[in-house]
């Protein structure tokens, strides 16, 4: 259809406000209900629920490397350590090895599971080394490690059941992180004093040789002193063999480092970790990045000026101080660039002390990089005086070689030793940078969990699901729930709403008109009538009453609205032609013996003629034709000729026919007597009626051209209908609105 009808347009009438309140209205039992629910059950949990405690020790922190000249220059100007230094304390504060230490060191393993879990575990094929890497991951999910903003202090939480157990915890993970520091400082120390105390030996041993082999060559030769060419060429070539020495010494100490942190990559078994090793050891040896590649160049030339320096002036002088402190922040700025270098050119976090490791590693590449160009110039100016020194006398060449190798072996011994008690005391001042601010103390006061906080959410999560309840509870009520709703689907006119009767007992006079003639719901059916009476006209006498479906009073209203239009002067009919379930007489409380039992239905049959069935004079102007004989088929003698033949001779005695009819969705009988009618009035009431019955019922009484007059609301209460106020504030005594109940039991 191109133009849709009213009744197809209430299909896509949007839900109001109103309407939701109205839901709530209804179901506000419900909805509160389930608030109590999820509060009671949050309070159950709450009761039974396991009290956490939490145990924080806070710790100032000294990053152990920054990430470029930036981060320096701001260090300086601010006084504090950039986010990403801080982050890298605290990934290395919660790092598994640390975790294992804690572990060990307090026994976990004891304190934390139980004998007989364990000894399940171990039957079940785990080792030592599972219960272990499983215990670190518990403490990694209950430990949390979070930096104080703006301040150098982060805060070491540890939540557990047990108070001490978590104090425990926190306390040894602080002492652990500070050892931890403390070795990581010591490497590049203690790497240096093993080499030389492997080299000690080997320099002892070759001076004791060149010792001897000058001294058996001066008694062999008789040769002891040096003329003054030989002297002055064993002056300078002795100095550049110590400056050689000491450079091969420095060389030597970082090919040794740099194997070592070579082996600490290796350590890191994965396919990650070998790409990047991989990767970044190709990147170290070629360094394309341009301020690198800068400073190395500036650090050359400084080597180079400390060379001619030291010809001129001895260690101690200021300028050659100052040169090696100039090369000295040159190499800690070469340090940082590669640190930055690293860090920026990989989008992924590296874990510390991997990154550290790295760093170190291809610092050490730079400054054998450095020692190897150095060497190489030394070696250079070496064979010039070489040269000079070839052409002396053999003999007196043999002593100066002689005594150059013993002086030369006296210095590097002597350097040795020195470098030795620099490298002890070097390790021995060593120690970590981080310092407790405040250890833990067992707390008293559970974190876990928050009464309060939690009755509030379970409060909250309890009015939406009370929400969410109501909403499906109304979405898989497919029934109409108010007036405003059955306007909606039927895309009809509400000619009457009647109000819900209170308590109507089985014996109690149905005839709710003539039992309480000034009752609201009298005065409602009076309006309802008069309105069809209205609707219809003088010309049109024959209604029916019908509904969707049973139990929705279409037999009350009917016979409600027949006496009442019978009082009013109307000479009035009332027909049950509800074959199927009759309860007119039940109603209107017939006797039968007036009419031998018979009725409408034998009427068709032919069996009796009209007057015979007519119970005349039941009320004043009001008549009644009884339904009679059950009928075996109803459909057959609804359809029947006879039946319009009727209903034309009753049109020329009333003035009124009022039919009751059975429900238009279960069967076809109104369909089949809807053309022999003046007007069909549905007879709706809320909680009852369904919304694709509503539907149906109108689409199959508009195909067969029933002339629908309206829908008659029945059984209204404040939940359904926004007039239900006025009936009972009008008609409450003293002008009070009156508090009535809600049930109806026999409106059929």
Known sequence: MDNPTDFERSEYTELTLEDIFRMFRKHRLL??????????????????????????????????????????????VTGSYSSKDISTEVELIKSRSNFEKVIADLGLVDRMIEPEVKSKMLQEGYTEEDIIDSLAKTLSDIVTVSPVKDTRIVKISVQHANPELAT??????????????????????????????????????????????????????????????ARSLLQILSKYDQQYND?????????????????????FESSEAEARVSKWIKTSESFTNPVIAQL?????????????????????????????????????????????????????????????????????????????????????????????????????????????????????????????????????????????????????????????????????????????????????????????EIERYSGLNVIGRIPEIEDLTENEDELYVRSHPTAPQSEAIKLAASNISFLIGDEKKAIAMTSV?????????????????????????????????????????????????????????????????????????????????????????????????????LKERYDRIVVDTPPALVTSDVSLIASKLDGIVLVVKPGIALKDGLRITINNLRTVGAPLLGVLVNGVNQHTSGYYHYYYYYYGEKGKKKKRGHKEEQQV
């Open 296 to 484: 190395k160049s500036k650090r050359a030339d400084l080597e180079i000026e400390l060379a001619a320096l030291k010809q001129q002036y001895p260690t101690t002088d200021p300028k050659v101080q100052a040169k090696l402190t100039e090369i000295a922040k040159t190499d800690e700025l070469i340090k940082k660039e590669t640190e930055n270098f690293i860090r920026t050119g990989e989008s992924q976090t590296l874990n510390p002390a991997y990154e550290e490791a790295l760093i170190n590693y291809i610092g050490s590449t730079s400054s054998i990089q450095v020692l190897e160009s150095r060497l190489q110039a030394v070696e250079k100016i070496k064979q010039g005086y070489e040269k000079q020194l070839a052409q002396l006398p053999e003999l007196e060449q043999r002593l100066l070689e002689l005594q150059r190798q013993v002086t030369v072996k006296e210095n590097l011994y002597t350097l040795m030793l020195e470098k030795l008690e620099e490298a002890k005391i070097s390790e021995a001042a060593v120690v970590g940078n981080a310092a407790v601010v405040d250890y833990a103390k067992p707390p008293r006061i559970p974190v876990k969990p928050n009464k309060k906080l939690s009755l509030a959410i379970g409060g909250v999560l309890g009015i939406f699901l009370g929400m969410l309840t109501v909403f499906l509870v109304e979405y898989t009520d497919k029934t109409l729930k108010s007036e405003e």
């Open 168 to 229: 425990d915890i926190a306390n040894k993970l602080a002492e652990v992180y500070n050892e931890k520091l403390a070795d990581l400082s010591k490497r590049d120390v203690r790497t240096k004093r093993e080499f030389i105390e492997s080299q000690i030996p080997i320099i002892e041993a070759d001076l004791r040789k060149a010792t001897d082999a000058l001294k058996e060559f001066k008694e062999t030769y008789k040769i002891y002193v040096l003329e003054e060419h």
């Open 31 to 76: 909805f509160v209900g389930v608030i109590i629910a999820a509060v009671a059950l949050t309070g159950l949990y709450l009761f039974f629920a396991t009290p956490i405690f939490e145990a924080s020790v806070t710790v100032k922190v000294e990053p152990t490397s920054k990430s470029s000249m930036s981060d320096i220059f701001m260090d300086q």
């Open 549 to 649: 479906s049973p139990s929705e009073g279409k037999s009350f209203v009917a016979a409600n609205t027949a006496f009442y239009l019978a009082s009013s002067g109307y000479k009035t009919i009332l027909i049950d032609l509800d074959l199927r379930r009759p309860r007119v007489e039940k109603i209107l409380k017939l006797d039968s013996k007036k009419t031998d039992g018979k009725g409408i239905t034998d009427l068709i049959k032919g069996e009796v003629d009209l007057n015979q069935v007519i119970v005349k004079n039941y009320d004043e102007n009001l008549d009644v034709i009884p339904v009679g004989s059950r009928a075996t088929n109803p459909t057959l003698l609804l359809s029947s000729k006879t039946l319009e033949a009727i209903l034309d001779q």
């Open 247 to 267: 450079l091969s010494l420095q060389l030597n100490e970082k090919q040794a480092e740099k194997d070592a942190y070579l082996q600490l990559l290796k350590e």
